[in-house]
């Protein structure tokens, strides 16, 4: 998952106090909550491509002319 702030990469942690996660490269903290798993999943899934907008293209063997 990637950091609303910078984009970065999230890493889970977990201490005493429960899960949070946690962005190397700009250094914050955010809790685990319910809420922000819920961001950070749509903000991934919106990164994906769709596969079922994907084009499919069947390609037929050529046959020899000769």
């Not at 909550?33 to 950070?40: A, F, I, P, T």
């Amino acid at each position: 998952m990637n950091c609303p702030c910078c984009s970065g990469k999230l890493l889970r942690h977990i201490d005493r106090k429960g899960l949070y996660w946690y962005c190397p490269s700009c250094r914050q903290t955010m809790p685990a909550s319910e809420d922000v798993n819920q961001l950070l999943l749509q903000q991934e899934n919106s990164a994906k491509p769709n596969p079922q907008s994907w084009l499919y293209i069947h390609e037929q063997p050529i046959k020899n002319a000769a």
